[in-house]
């Protein structure tokens, strides 16, 4: 199933576009030596005036860009910001966040190599679940395995019946990707509990590329299936 693109923001730093009425996709772009520019995915979620970001922009300008349109042009208050995992397309723009007082959480793992790798370290930590209530409905944020990295979470939104992977999730048709800090042995395992957990999702994010439904999670897992 493939998203309409409604863009609501663009700019040469950062995108921003409509997967639902509440939900959105913030487009940022990485500057890497092996792949080129690479387009991170992150998301945006909007409800009765709050607003949660799952992964930052991958930097401060694209962060405050992010931040802007959240608060100035949608009129919202930012309750949070949650990392997926610690690599640079997650919370390489998180000092933005805090220096407009915007709390942080992610992963215990992720807390410790963030601070291991001397970047931004979020502020508080969990380790198996985290509830996070945005508006009138809860955000779920969940540990089901390693897979891109060891410290990778899923996001699920109930009322969208909405699941953000990040990079553990594929697009269709994608390569495996960045594997230096991967669990390939356990990634596919990752994926078919989060299948398991959720099996009537009707929007699937990505880490990168295209968002989707069931099918990017089926794509993933045979991906890495264990040969």
């Known amino acids: 199933m493939s998203q309409e693109k409604v863009v609501a923001y663009s700019s040469d730093n950062l995108k921003v576009i409509a997967l639902s009425e509440n939900s959105y ?19 945006v979620y909007l ?10 922009p991958v930097d401060q300008t694209s962060s405050l860009e992010l931040i802007q349109w959240i ?10 910001v949650v990392a997926n995992h610690f690599h640079r397309d997650c919370l390489g ?3 933005a966040f805090h220096q407009k007082n915007i709390t942080s959480y992610a992963n215990n793992a992720t807390l410790s190599l963030a601070k291991e790798r001397g ?3 979020p502020q508080n930590g969990f380790d198996n679940e985290l509830r996070l209530e945005i508006g009138k409905t809860t955000v779920i944020n969940r540990f089901l395995g390693p897979a891109h990295t060891s ?12 699941l953000y992977g990040g ?28 299948r398991n957990s959720y099996p009537d999702l ?4 990505p880490g990168h590329g295209p968002s989707g439904g069931m099918e990017l999670l089926d794509y993933t897992e045979k991906l890495f299936e264990r040969e």
């Open 25 to 43: 996709v913030h487009i940022s772009f990485l500057k890497t030596k092996e792949y080129g520019k690479v387009a991170c995915n992150g998301l």
């Open 47 to 56: 409800n009765d005036k709050q607003a949660l970001v799952i992964d930052t």
């Open 71 to 80: 608060t100035e042009q949608r009129d919202h208050r930012l309750h949070a």
């Open 93 to 95: 723009g998180l000092k």
């Open 119 to 121: 970047s931004t370290v």
């Open 151 to 162: 410290d990778n979470i899923i996001t699920y939104l109930p009322e969208e019946e909405l």
């Open 167 to 194: 990079c553990m999730v594929k697009s269709m048709n994608a390569s495996k990707g960045n594997l230096a800090d991967a669990n390939v042995e356990q990634w596919g395992t990752t994926i078919e509990k989060i």
């Open 202 to 205: 009707k929007i699937v994010v």
